[in-house]
Antibody, heavy 117, light 110 residues
Framework: QVQLVESGGGVVQPGRSLRLSCAASGFTFRSYAMHWVRQAPGKGLEWVTVTSYDGSEKYYADSVKGRFTISRDNSKNTLYLQMNSLRAEDTAVYYC??????????WGQGTLVTVSS | QSALTQPASVSGSPGQSITISCTGSSSDVGGFNYVSWYQQHPGKAPKLMIYDVTNRPSGVSNRFSGSKSGNTASLTISGLQTEDEADYYCCSYTSSRTYVFGTGTKVTVL
């Protein structure tokens, strides 16, 4: 069965960096695009970024463009999100999600990132 | 990219039908048949309920249905059940090759 497990969250000071990981199993990871979606405490879902199956195409929400970088290692079945210049408003649960023709058909349980001094 | 507009809350009695709207623009909802709907229970990850405007993934009850007219997509839940009480979000592909979620709707079963 499809399994997505995020890790790397924690408390970080404003302006610092953090890298999230998403370990995938139960499907052919290298064949699917992957997304990151976040949810601030008590708020709605916000799409963050997507990468194509081979990492050649990447798109970002305006709110993170230039600060966040999505990447993947298909040999390790792992998706990453490098987050730089973090701000208080980046505080959220970050979910990775598998893409199926433009839809997020499977989601991980999320990892909490708290940006605070 | 502004979030798609959804009503903050919708309620209904068991057995009734409710409809949640999702309004965007010609650059997202109106321009593509790539609208999906997600159900989220408190503390849980979202679950895909509808994809490509009208399609249900395997395992999702046929009480859930989707439609679209112009720049507005809709999710209808018929035969409302207590387990349908959750938050619901629409999502659309956009002309910028990005995605945008709706503001979210809390469904309450009275």
């Amino acid at each position: 069965q499809v399994q997505l497990v995020e890790s790397g969250g924690g408390v970080v000071q404003p302006g610092r960096s953090l890298r999230l990981s998403c370990a995938a199993s139960g499907f052919t990871f290298r064949s699917y695009a992957m997304h990151w979606v976040r949810q601030a405490p008590g708020k709605g879902l916000e799409w963050v970024t997507v990468t194509s199956y081979d990492g050649s195409e990447k798109y970002y929400a305006d709110s993170v463009k230039g600060r966040f970088t999505i990447s993947r290692d298909n040999s390790k079945n792992t998706l990453y999100l490098q987050m730089n210049s973090l701000r208080a408003e980046d505080t959220a649960v970050y979910y990775c999600a598998k893409d199926q023709n433009g839809n997020c058909d499977y989601w991980g349980q999320g990892t909490l990132v708290t940006v605070s001094s | 990219q502004s979030a798609l507009t959804q009503p903050a809350s919708v309620s209904g009695s068991p057995g009734q039908s409710i409809t949640i709207s999702c309004t965007g623009s010609s650059s997202d909802v109106g321009g593509f048949n790539y609208v999906s709907w997600y159900q989220q229970h408190p503390g849980k990850a979202p679950k895909l309920m509808i994809y490509d405007v009208t399609n249900r993934p395997s395992g999702v009850s046929n009480r859930f249905s989707g439609s679209k007219s112009g720049n507005t997509a809709s999710l209808t839940i018929s035969g409302l059940q207590t387990e349908d009480e959750a938050d619901y979000y629409c999502c659309s592909y956009t002309s910028s090759r990005t995605y945008v979620f709706g503001t979210g709707t809390k469904v309450t079963v009275l």
